[in-house]
């Protein structure tokens, strides 16, 4: 790729070192205390204020140039996964069961990779609040932040934050105005019948009739009830049962997974769900209880945000490399949480498409590319540049 700006070029063999000792050291949700000391004392040596246990294992960094009121957040995220790696090469996991299979290790040394550049050559007039929050796997790592009192200590104008993203060429960017990632919630629906003998089925309430016919009516959801140009998805994923092979069962659990892409749309999964359900089990003379469970509201780009982190992207890869009207992904990401707190954007990264690097995110062979590691910090420090130039 022609890159047309290269600020931290220089940098490239310590942000793949730094990299590569996260990679080796995953650490889960909310447990992330050596990859948070490590980027506490990183950017202490940079010279920026540290601030850390924000959100329980979160650290902040904060670096102030010149005299202005201005401030813009850019956020990493720094959790691992509960999977076993597979990769072969000597950074691999020392944690069985652990792996960076998300690349949160790379996010957090292209962001470190940035703040050690502006702290000794950024130019610009403001204040750059670098956020590395904790447990984005589950979802609760932002929100935590946030609750602790995130955007109270550090009023950021915008907050921006980078994923990348394999199936997408090597760096280049991909972004759009509006949810660039799903909602996820889980529900779990326990229908009551009666169990009884294989042979009687009279004598009792099916409960497995009841529950297979809840999930047939359920693939009307998405189908039937939404606008067509609204996307969701509503996956069932275990179907349990107190039946054995001559015991119909009195009970069965349902439980899954939804995404959607907006608010309204994740509102109307809930109720017309509920509704399938109440209408089911009334007629069969079943009872139910349904239970439903926001983990991860939508991921949605200000315009005004999107259309500069787009122009920011062209400017250190050039215009052909940015897909500026991406289109949205069904899987989820807690950053939406700051975004509904603050204005900014969330962009993807090209991971690459062939090879390790085209390798899908939760993958027990998947790895962070490092080639990409100078075009991220490079994004940052021109972001950074841009919004927060002397005026
Ligand atoms: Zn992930
Ligand atoms: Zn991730």
Request: glycine share 10%; with cysteine; charged share 20%.
């Amino acid at each position: 790729m022609n890159r047309l700006t290269s600020h931290t070029s220089a940098l490239r063999a310590s942000m793949q070192a730094c990299r590569h000792d996260i990679h080796r050291h995953p650490e889960l949700a909310f447990e992330e205390q050596r990859t948070a000391a490590r980027v506490a004392e990183l950017l202490d040596e940079f010279g920026l204020e540290v601030h850390t246990g924000i959100g329980n294992t979160g650290v902040v960094g904060v670096l102030t140039k010149g005299s202005s009121e201005r401030m813009l957040g850019l956020r990493a995220d720094m959790d691992a996964l509960g999977i076993q790696e597979q990769n072969p090469f000597e950074y691999r996991s020392v944690h069985d069961g652990k792996m960076h299979a998300c690349g949160h290790d790379g996010h957090t040394a292209m962001l470190l990779g940035a703040a050690q550049y502006l702290a000794a050559n950024g130019n610009f007039d403001g204040s750059v609040v670098f956020i590395f929050q904790p447990a984005e796997e589950h979802g609760e790592g932002a929100r935590s932040m946030i609750a602790d009192g995130l955007f109270e200590r550090f009023p950021v104008d915008a907050v921006y934050a980078i994923h990348n993203f394999p199936s997408l060429e090597t760096g280049k960017f991909a972004v759009r105005a509006g949810s660039i990632m799903a909602a996820e919630d889980n529900f779990e629906i326990t229908i009551d019948g009666v169990g009884h003998h294989a042979a009687m089925p009279h004598l009792g309430k099916d409960a497995i009739v009841i529950g297979a016919e809840i999930v047939n009516a359920m693939q009307t959801l998405v189908s039937r009830s939404l606008d067509p140009l609204d996307s969701a998805v509503v996956s069932f994923t275990e179907f349990v049962t107190n039946g054995t092979v001559n015991v119909v069962p009195g009970q069965v659990v349902l439980r899954g997974d939804t995404r959607s892409l907006t608010t309204q749309v994740q509102e109307h999964i809930e109720t017309t769900m509920e509704r399938i359900v109440a209408g089911i089990c009334a007629a069969q003379g079943a009872s139910y209880e349904f239970s439903y469970r926001h983990n991860f509201i939508p991921t949605v780009n200000t315009p005004a945000e999107a259309e500069i982190a787009a122009r920011v992207a062209a400017t250190v890869v050039g215009a052909d490399n940015v897909v500026g009207d991406s289109r949205p992904v069904m899987t989820s990401e807690d950053f939406g949480y700051m975004l509904q707190a603050r204005p900014g954007a969330y962009l993807l990264l090209g991971n690459g498409v062939d090879g390790i690097g085209g390798c899908s995110l939760h993958n027990p062979a998947y790895d962070f590319n490092d080639d990409i590691l100078c075009i991220g910090a490079d994004f940052w420090v021109t972001l950074v540049e841009s919004q927060l130039a002397a005026i």
